[in-house]
């Protein structure tokens, strides 16, 4: 039975502020003893990840960043390099969230160069990839997902792929209370699983880790995370309160730590 560390991310989106940033990045390092066996990340706002880097210093949570420009520098005026994101402390990167997808209007190649330029740089890099409702009632879910992981590692190694978590996230759960259920978001994790083997090996199949997004709560995420190839949540509402995240990544530790 392959052995993965669950990962459970926190997307914070554009919320918080300087306080609120702060007061949650302090109430999650010192509510984390007892998770021991889970990795677990926050993906603060751009402006704030100097300050809470220094705030969690002491503590193993990983200072992840929601984007990234693949340029290491030049006239990108408004961009991020991955450069300025080390400086800040910054060891994981989301490519390819729905958001910037959907909302943004991100390519798949764009996402792919994101992607690359993060690995390339020898950081974790969270590719997050997933459904709209209309292409989920069409029947189109395992196609998409497989069109979203080709595209978004194409050019990646064997190597760098150690580095990449898979967030499968339906885009019709993501901030709508909707969840898939544990069976059908168990079915797209095993279809994605099955997908890295074919274009890698069964042992890069093994060890990737799957995790799953789209309103993850305390009351759901220990039934989604319990599942075989459900290997943690990238949590988006429920992250930016301490006391649920923290239950949420309590679901995933595993059992007897
Ligand atoms: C997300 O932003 O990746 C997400 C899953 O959001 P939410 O948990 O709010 O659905």
Known sequence: ????????????????????????????????????????AIFPPFVYLREIGSGIETSDIILGAQDVYDQPNGAFTGEISIDMLKDCGVRSVLTGHSERRHVIGESDTIVNKKTRAVLDAGLQCVLCIGETLDQRESGKTDAINEHQTRAGLEGVSKEQLANVVIAYEPVWAIGTGKTATPGDAQDAHANIRELIANMYDQEAADAIRIIYGGSMKPGNAEELMSMADIDGGLVGGASLNAEDFLSIIRAGAPQGV
Not at 1 to 24: H, I, Q
Request: glycine fraction near 12%.
């Open 1 to 40: 039975m392959p052995n993965r560390t669950p990962f459970v991310g926190g997307n914070w989106k554009m919320n918080t502020d300087a306080r609120t940033a702060s007061e949650l990045a302090s109430s999650l390092a010192s509510g984390l003893a007892g998770t021991a066996g889970v990795d677990v």
